[in-house]
Each structure stands twice: as C-alpha cells, then as structure tokens.
C-alpha cells in the first residue's frame, strides 16, 4: 500500500479499494442472477450488473478527474462476502425459495459495504474540495441505496414469504 500521510492518500486509497470492489461485482453478480429462481431476483441482479459496469467507469472518471491512474488495489472486504455468497451458490441441499432469501441477505450485505465506502469517498472528496469527484461519487452512492431499498422490498414482499412455507416431506 502506497503512503498514507494526507486525507489526499486515503482518498486515493480507498478509490483504488473500491475499483477492485466493483470489478469483482461485475463478475460476481451474473452468476448470483443465473442462480435466482425468482424472476424478480434474477432481473434485479441482472440490472445492478449493468448499473455496476457503470459504476466502474464513474470511478475511473474519479480518477480522471483527479489526474491519477485509475489503478484498483485488491478489495479483501469485497472478496470475502463474494466468497460467502459463492459457498452458499454451492450448497447442494438448498430449496430454491430459501436460496433466493440467502441471495437477497449475500446482496444486501454488498451494498451495504458499499454504501460505508461511498459514503466515506463522497464525504472527504466534499472536504478536499474535489467538486467533480464530489458528485460523480454521489450518484453511485444514490444508486446503491437504491439497489439496497429494492431487495429490502423484493424479500419483504415475496422471497422471504415464498421461503418461510415449509415443503412437506
Ligand atoms: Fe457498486
Ligand atoms: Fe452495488
């Protein structure tokens, strides 16, 4: 890891963080939606990939904006809720229903370290005085809360009540 003597470093480091960050969710995210039986999942996964391609080239815009190279520094965080949600995709004993809530619950924890890290990035590049950075970042932080309030709605009104009927044996 590079220096860390200004809140300048930390921005930088925690950008390059969340590069990794969202280039293993480009990845990631298809094979949580291949594994969605809800329909309803699926498409939302489906969705937030895109809008996650997205993201990835607004932080290199960061990074533009900045006159820096967009350069990602490996993610741990992202990479073990990433490995969660692939041990749970492995599971060979899982209905379909109850998966789909585990999916939402794997997601939800997604978007919530994003939304600590967005959240952080917006706030210092205010103080830095970084205007572009500022509000590019903003919008990503808008679009994560919005993904987070969608699968907090798509498991209240039917993953998590599809999932809590019992198969009979
Ligand atoms: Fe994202
Ligand atoms: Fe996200």
Redesign the pocket.
Known sequence: MAALKSLEDAFIHELQDLLSAEQQ?VKALPKMAKKASTPELREAFEE?AA??ET?VERLKQVFESLGRSGRAEKCDGMSGIIKEGESLMSSKNAEPEVLDAELIAAAQK??HY?IASYGTVCQWAEQLGFDEAHELLGQTLA??KE?DAKLTKLAKKQVNVQAGYEKEE
């Open positions: 969710l937030h809008m996650t993201q997604v978007e994003e679009e994560e993904t």
